[in-house]
DNA sequence: TGTAAACAAGATAAGCATATCCTAATATCT
DNA sequence: AGATATTAGGATATGCTTATCTTGTTTACA
């Protein structure tokens, strides 16, 4: 139904809704937890970005997070940004002139399917995604990914390899 | 939603499933009263006769034409053979494990709005598209376009370009 | 029997989505 | 200030859909 790209979004953003709003988020995280690639769902991200649905920050300790309340950005938020939503609002059959006067024959069909699905996904929030998967079994967490790691650091050399 | 071809595809069966069945129809005289490119519609037709939607007939009064009664040709049996209809029966979200089961966030809401789709598109018939066409204003017809050409030879020389 | 008409099939190409990698810019920590 | 971590952005590659053109194959008709 929804470009790859889409799909990628709305599961990294479902995960974002479900951590404190403030906190920074790695690409790599989000990648590892939903098991996507790590530079396509980094495009996907710098694109929300761009669109004003999540804030980034370089540099260290940086990252990715929702520039919004949760329950204040839609499906169909996310979804527009990404893909052509316009298509769906176009003749199912492919026709020039299809509209409310001038009807292909699947148009009235189409219609009513179609904006009972645009009024469903302007109506879901992340928060509601979020509050979905908070229920769900088995789905991980972010934070239980890395647990706010202790900043270990093994006593790396420099740059001499040592081998073992 | 559909792919170019599928609309492609819906638009010339329609146009098929309004002349006499038996008659075979020109990949041009359906290409130019659809306006649509003619190799590439060729090319779809073909694939069409292949999956055994219409009958191709070769040679001098060849063309396409149905293989089943309009009334036993539903929109779906079309789409399915162009399209990847399982695509639809994929989760919104990409998700790997979405069943009934393990439900993502999105999957009831689509899987009504998808059931109630497919359901329609099962329902509706080749004829269902002709008759809705035919109540049209202003919809073309076949026979208007080659009204039978009287087999018109303008005694053409052979091979010898003679400018004008 | 030959010729023209028409679909069949292959090669080719443009455009887009997906995907990866590399370098640049930038923020933080030491 | 310098080293390091991280996003930003550009270049590149692959595969699919759309589209066109060319050539082959089949059929009907003269």
Redesign the pocket.
């Given at each position: 139904m929804?470009?790859?790209?889409?799909?990628?979004a709305l599961r990294a953003l479902t995960e974002l809704a479900r951590c404190e709003p403030e906190k920074?988020?790695?690409?790599?995280?989000l990648a590892e937890l939903l098991e996507?690639?790590?530079?396509?769902l980094?495009?996907v991200?710098?694109n929300l970005?761009?669109k004003g649905i999540?804030e980034?920050?370089?540099?260290?300790?940086?990252?990715?997070r929702l520039a919004a309340a949760a329950e204040e950005i839609t499906v169909f938020d996310v979804v527009r940004e990404?893909?052509?939503v316009r298509a769906l609002e176009t003749c199912v059959m492919g026709e020039a002139s299809c509209s409310d006067e001038t009807a292909c024959p699947l148009h009235s069909l189409w219609k009513g399917i179609r904006d009972r699905f645009v009024k469903s996904l302007q109506s879901t929030t992340l928060k509601d995604l979020a509050a979905f998967q908070e229920q769900r079994p088995g789905s991980g967490r972010l934070s239980a990914v890395h647990p706010r790691l202790p900043?270990f650091r093994p006593a790396?050399p420099?740059r001499g390899s040592q081998g073992t």
């Open positions: 929804f470009s790859q790209a889409s799909e990628y920074w988020v790695l690409t790599g995280e996507l690639p790590v530079h396509y980094g495009k991200l710098q970005a761009r999540l980034s920050q370089r540099g260290r300790q940086g990252g990715f990404l893909d052509d900043q790396k420099r």
